[in-house]
T-cell receptor, first 113, second 113 residues
């Protein structure tokens, strides 16, 4: 079965712009979580969506937002980009009802210049 | 304040020997722990997990040990193989619903032939 698909793979934006990243979960998975990975910080949890509702949220500023559609696909938006937003953004999907099955996509590498 | 710590940013081991990766956590409410492996340009992949009701879980060459009193877990890889060279992330959560895991910063393992 197809894995978690993230698009685009690479993105270069300038400060002040906004960006939208997309994630298509594994078929049947209803939970989508987003993580930011930066060197030395590991994976920082952004938020999790389940059945189109934000169920959990990490400690990121309001410039970071997301949504989930009825087909479980999710988008993440970052407005007013800052240089420090340069990172690998990873999406992970699960069934969302317990147990393992936390599968990551390959990520979107965002560079802010 | 990092709730999950991996104090060794890198580790080098000879092929065939044992690799021991360590992880410490501060939140006593964590009761479910996972290890993920990440190759460059790929998303993290699930390796092994352990719940707080156990102190050891084994899967082939991989064994995870949990010391709840010390809030410490370790991943043992025996024997180490060059293909094990990757970044290893420790993650913890309350419950195993698969969302809102807290990840450590990762340890880069290099297995030398």
């Amino acid at each position: 079965k197809a894995g978690v698909t993230q698009t685009p793979r690479y993105l270069i934006k300038t400060r002040g712009q906004q960006v939208t990243l997309s994630c298509s979960p594994i078929s049947g998975h209803r939970s989508v979580s987003w993580y930011q990975q930066t060197p030395g910080q590991g994976l920082q949890f952004l938020f999790e969506y389940f059945s189109e509702t934000q169920r959990n949220k990490g400690n990121f500023p309001g410039r970071f937002s997301g949504r989930q559609f009825s087909n479980s696909r999710s988008e993440m938006n970052v407005s007013t980009l800052e240089l420090g937003d340069s990172a690998l953004y990873l999406c992970a999907s699960t069934l969302g009802t317990g147990g393992l099955g936390y599968t990551f996509g390959s990520g979107t590498r965002l560079t802010v210049v | 304040d990092q709730q999950v710590k991996q104090n060794s940013p890198s580790l080098s081991v000879q092929e065939g020997r044992i690799s021991i990766l360590n992880c410490d956590y501060t939140n006593s409410m964590f009761d479910y722990f996972l290890w993920y492996k990440k190759y460059p340009a790929e998303g993290p992949t699930f390796l092994i997990s352990i719940s707080s009701i156990k102190d050891k879980n084994e899967d082939g060459r991989f064994t995870v040990f949990l010391n709840k009193s010390a809030k410490h877990l370790s991943l043992h890889i025996v024997p180490s193989q060059p293909g094990d060279s990757a970044v290893y992330f420790c993650a913890a959560s309350q419950g195993n619903y698969g969302q809102n895991f807290v990840f450590g910063p990762g340890t880069r393992l290099s297995v030398l032939p």
